[in-house]
């Protein structure tokens, strides 16, 4: 089913915008539109904007807050737990200012989410119970997190037995 561009755009926000706002941002969906296909119409009932991106549209954690639930506005839905979501932060302090720099972080087996922030209507900051709270997680980036879970985390198993570490805290077995 197509959405009228508007209600889609109110679907995908997660605080209203003014009304003035609004507009702005249906003009720069518009031009970002015609730069990036100038064959494709700018009709803006046709457009679904941000190039027909999925948006999530609803983000839930679970009672025990061990698991993030992201469902987008094509259906997809990742359950992504806590403990995944704080190892692949997209913050600085976990992958660096370059490749070279990225940490591999361990023991996070028990760690919760506490509370997610809104950042305008583009991205979420989780605050986790380990007080990291640094990543700012793009809809885009969670959606990866969600598609590439079962790839990404082999890796990051894979890291943690090449350099000895545990998903466990310290002290605490496997």
Same mark, same amino acid.
């Given at each position: 089913?197509?959405?009228?561009?508007?209600?889609?755009?109110?679907?995908?926000?997660?605080?209203?915008?003014?009304?003035?706002?609004?507009?702005?941002?249906?003009?720069?969906?518009?031009?970002? /539109?015609?730069? #990036?296909?100038?064959?494709?119409? $700018?009709? !803006?009932?046709?457009?679904?904007?941000?190039?027909?991106?999925?948006?999530?549209?609803?983000?839930?954690? #679970?009672?025990?807050?061990?698991?993030?639930?992201?469902?987008?506005?094509?259906? &997809?839905?990742?359950?992504?737990?806590?403990?995944?979501? %704080?190892? #692949?932060?997209? #913050?600085?302090?976990? /992958?660096?200012?370059?490749?070279? !720099? %990225?940490?591999?972080?361990?023991?996070?087996?028990?760690? &919760?989410?506490?509370?997610?922030?809104? @950042?305008?209507?583009? &991205?979420?900051?989780?605050?986790?119970?380990?007080?990291?709270?640094?990543?700012?997680?793009?809809?885009?980036?969670?959606?990866? @997190?969600?598609?590439?879970?079962? $790839?990404?985390? /082999?890796?990051?198993?894979?890291?943690? &037995?090449?350099?000895? @570490?545990?998903?466990?805290?310290?002290?605490?077995?496997?």
């Amino acid at each position: 089913m197509t959405l009228s561009w508007l209600k889609r755009l109110g679907a995908r926000m997660v605080a209203p915008a003014p009304p003035e706002d609004i507009s702005r941002m249906k003009e720069a969906d518009a031009m970002n /539109q015609a730069v #990036s296909d100038p064959d494709q119409t $700018t009709d !803006q009932s046709a457009m679904t904007g941000r190039n027909a991106r999925p948006w999530p549209t609803e983000l839930r954690v #679970s009672k025990d807050r061990r698991t993030l639930t992201v469902t987008y506005d094509d259906g &997809a839905q990742y359950a992504l737990a806590a403990e995944y979501l %704080r190892v #692949s932060s997209p #913050s600085a302090e976990v /992958q660096g200012h370059s490749p070279a !720099q %990225r940490k591999t972080v361990p023991g996070k087996v028990n760690v &919760a989410i506490m509370e997610i922030e809104p @950042l305008g209507n583009y &991205a979420a900051k989780i605050v986790f119970d380990d007080m990291h709270s640094t990543g700012i997680y793009g809809w885009d980036y969670l959606r990866d @997190l969600g598609e590439n879970r079962e $790839t990404r985390w /082999q890796a990051y198993l894979d890291e943690l &037995a090449a350099k000895g @570490l545990s998903r466990e805290a310290p002290g605490k077995a496997v």
